[in-house]
C-alpha cells in the first residue's frame, strides 16, 4: 500500500487515514474471463464471477502547517512526523472564495500557503541535517559520499531549494546514502487546487490538479450509475479522486500487474523496474526466494483471445524468468517452488 499525504489549509488536529481502492476497469473484464472459462458450468456467470480485489492507496489526510510549524508552532512537530512516512506529498491549497467557509489565514492566498509549507519542510530539514555530525578519520567511501551529499544539502536549502531539486530522482545510489534522514523536501510533491464549480473550466496544468471537493462530496453520495451521469452533466470523463490517483501513480513511478482465478481477480502495486521475484514477493515474501517462473499474458491479448488456455495454445503464454521486468497490466500466474 502507498502513502499519501494532504496538507490543507483547515483546523483538524488529528490525521483523518483513509484507504481508497484505485479505479481499474480491467479487474472487472478479467472476472468475466474466468466466469465464463474456469466457472461451474451448472451455475450462472454471476454466481462464477469471483470477488474483485483493486490495489489500494492510503492517504493521511492532515491539517496544513502554519509558520512556524518547523518550531513547533501549531503542533507543527506532530504534524511533521506524520508526514516522513508517506511515499507522496499532496498539498491541497484553497482557489475558491466563500464567505460562509473561514480561511484559517484569512485573506485566500493559494501562493502564500504553498510557500509557508514548503518553508516549514525546508526549515525542518535544515533542522535534521544541523544534527549529523562529520565522519573525520573514516575512509569509508560511502561515509565520505554522504556527508558531501549533507553539506551540498545544507546550501542548497539555506537558500531555498528543495533537497528534491539537489538529488534527482534517478540517482538511486545517492538517495539511498542520505534514506535515513527522512528527508520531507526529498519525497515528490502534488498541488492540488480545490476550486469551486465554476473554476472546474480551468485546466489542470504541470503538477497542479483542479478539483472541487464540493463536487466530490456530492458524487461520494451518489450510487455509481448516477456518479457517471453526474460527472457528464458537469462535461467530466473522471472524479477528482481518480485523477488524483492516477497522478500519483505517474509520480512514485508505479504500475500494476494483475492475477486471476476462481478465488480472486487482483491488482498488486510495484514500481516500474520491478523484475519478476521481487513482484512475486508483494504477493507472498516467500515467493521472490522460491520463484522459479512467471507466466505471463498482457491484458489487452488476454482480452483478445478470452482465455488462458486458448493464449497458451496460440504462444501468447509466455514463461519469463528472474531477469523479466514486470510491465502495467501484465497477467501473471508465478511457479514457486517448494
Known amino acids: 500500500m502507498w502513502d499519501c499525504w494532504f496538507a490543507e489549509c483547515r483546523t483538524t488536529i488529528e490525521p483523518n487515514v483513509g484507504v481508497v481502492p484505485v479505479p481499474d476497469e480491467r479487474l472487472a ?13 451448472s ?20 491539517a496544513g502547517l502554519v509558520k512556524g510549524a518547523a518550531e513547533g508552532q501549531g503542533l507543527g512537530n506532530k504534524f511533521l512526523s506524520h508526514i516522513r512516512e508517506v511515499d507522496l506529498i499532496v498539498h491541497v491549497t484553497r482557489y475558491f472564495e466563500n464567505a460562509d467557509v473561514v480561511h484559517v489565514a484569512g485573506e485566500i492566498d493559494p501562493k502564500r500557503d504553498q510557500e509557508i509549507i514548503e518553508t516549514e519542510l525546508i526549515l525542518a530539514d535544515l533542522q535534521t541535517l544541523s544534527k549529523q555530525v562529520e565522519p573525520r578519520g573514516v575512509r569509508d567511501k560511502q561515509a565520505q559520499r554522504r556527508w558531501e551529499l549533507i553539506e551540498s544539502l545544507k546550501i542548497a536549502l539555506d537558500s531555498g531549494k528543495p533537497a528534491r531539486d539537489v538529488i534527482p530522482k534517478e540517482d538511486d545510489d545517492d538517495r539511498f546514502l542520505i534514506k535515513d534522514l ?21 485546466q489542470t496544468t504541470g503538477d497542479t490538479l483542479m478539483i472541487s ?8 453520495g451518489l450510487p455509481q450509475e448516477d456518479q457517471k451521469q453526474y460527472l457528464q452533466e458537469l462535461g467530466l470523463e ?9 497522478k500519483a501513480y505517474e509520480m512514485l513511478r508505479l504500475l ?39 507466466e505471463v499474458i498482457s491484458f489487452d491479448d488476454l482480452v483478445i483471445l478470452g ?7 496460440l504462444g501468447k503464454l509466455r514463461l519469463e524468468g528472474k531477469d523479466y521486468i ?13
Open 326 to 338: 514486470m510491465q502495467d497490466g501484465d497477467v501473471v500466474e508465478f511457479k514457486i517452488g517448494g
Open 307 to 313: 482465455s488462458r488456455k486458448k493464449a497458451q495454445e
Open 29 to 41: 473484464k478479467l472476472a468475466d474471463i474466468v466466469a465464463e472459462t474456469e466457472g461451474d458450468p
Open 256 to 294: 500494476s500487474f494483475l492475477t486471476m482465478g476462481v478465488k480472486e481477480v487482483r491488482a498488486w502495486t510495484i514500481t516500474r523496474g520491478t523484475k519478476a521475484p521481487q513482484a512475486a514477493a508483494v504477493i507472498h515474501t516467500d515467493f521472490e526466494k522460491k520463484f522459479i517462473k512467471a
Open 238 to 246: 473522471q472524479s477528482g479522486l481518480e485523477r488524483l490517483i492516477q
Open 182 to 202: 527522512q528527508l520531507l523536501t526529498m519525497k515528490p510533491v502534488l498541488y492540488v487546487a480545490n476550486v469551486s464549480e465554476e473554476q472546474m473550466k480551468l
Open 213 to 220: 471537493a464540493k463536487i466530490e462530496s456530492e458524487l461520494a
Open 43 to 62: 451455475t450462472s456467470l454471476r454466481m462464477n464471477r469471483p470477488p474483485i480485489i483493486p490495489a489500494s492507496v492510503q492517504f493521511v489526510d492532515i
